[in-house]
């Protein structure tokens, strides 16, 4: 089975930085693609970053510039290094396996607010 826990949201100024973590079990990590979205409060998820088995990276145009996202394969984990926050940051940030999307963790909150 799949599982995926999230860490590293919290509150946070505008400008300010925040790196999340997805820790992945239940499946051979290092195959799969790796993705992160975003909910706001009365809105419809969406895709923030993702990340290949081979490393190759895509960002939503909104945070391209800002975001990181990054894997670390010995660790099953993987990170969304944010920079530069703005208020319309503030979203709950889940990490997605999008070969199994049925499996979804309980997310992490991040604040951006002053």
């Known amino acids: 089975q799949v599982q995926l826990v999230e860490s590293g949201g919290g509150l946070v100024q505008p400008g300010g930085s925040l790196r999340l973590s997805c820790a992945v079990s239940?499946?051979?990590?290092?195959?799969?693609?790796m993705k992160w979205y975003r909910q706001a409060p009365g809105k419809q998820r969406e895709l923030v970053a993702s990340i290949t088995s081979r490393f190759t990276t895509n960002y939503a145009d909104s945070v391209k510039g800002r975001f990181t996202i990054s894997r670390d394969n010995a660790n099953n984990t993987v990170d969304l290094q944010m920079n530069s926050l703005d208020p319309e940051d503030t979203a709950v940030y889940y990490c997605?396996?999008?070969?199994?999307?049925?499996?979804w963790g309980q997310g992490t909150q991040v604040t951006v607010s002053s």
């Open positions: 997605n396996v999008p070969f199994y999307p049925d499996y």
């Open positions: 239940g499946i051979i990590f290092s195959r799969y693609q």
